[in-house]
């Protein structure tokens, strides 16, 4: 699914190892709910998702001002139009061995 809208992929979530059996423990229990009151599992699960969607966005929107000012600091101060001192060179690419 293509969204301009930030979610939550849990890609590269890491599960603290004390956190290890609990987690196996509630998606057996989400497996079995499947398997038992299927409508009512899939939308406790819906409903679940869509109370994070605004959790993301607030994440978001937190992780990009933050990038936007590091970016900034970095930089050396605002950018303007009265900064720009012309076309910036790409950086050069050197080969792999």
Same mark, same amino acid.
């Given at each position: 699914?293509?969204?301009?809208? =930030? *979610?939550?992929?849990?890609?590269? /979530?890491?599960?603290?190892? !004390?956190?290890?059996?609990?987690? @196996? $423990? $509630?998606? !057996? $229990?989400?497996?079995?709910?499947? *398997?038992?009151?299927?409508?009512? *599992?899939?939308?406790?699960?819906? $409903?679940?998702?869509?109370?994070?969607?605004?959790?993301?966005? %607030?994440?978001? /929107? %937190? @992780?990009? /001002?933050? /990038?936007?000012?590091?970016?900034?600091?970095?930089?050396?101060?605002?950018?303007?139009?009265? !900064?720009? *001192?012309?076309? %910036?060179?790409? =950086?050069? @690419?050197?080969?792999?061995?």
């Amino acid at each position: 699914m293509v969204s301009r809208v =930030p *979610t939550y992929s849990f890609k590269k /979530a890491k599960i603290p190892q !004390a956190m290890v059996i609990p987690v @196996l $423990l $509630l998606a !057996a $229990l989400f497996v079995v709910g499947l *398997t038992g009151a299927p409508w009512k *599992t899939l939308s406790f699960g819906g $409903l679940i998702y869509i109370i994070s969607i605004p959790v993301s966005m %607030r994440s978001y /929107a %937190r @992780l990009k /001002a933050e /990038a936007e000012r590091m970016h900034v600091e970095r930089d050396g101060g605002e950018e303007g139009p009265e !900064a720009d *001192t012309g076309p %910036r060179e790409p =950086p050069r @690419l050197r080969p792999v061995d």
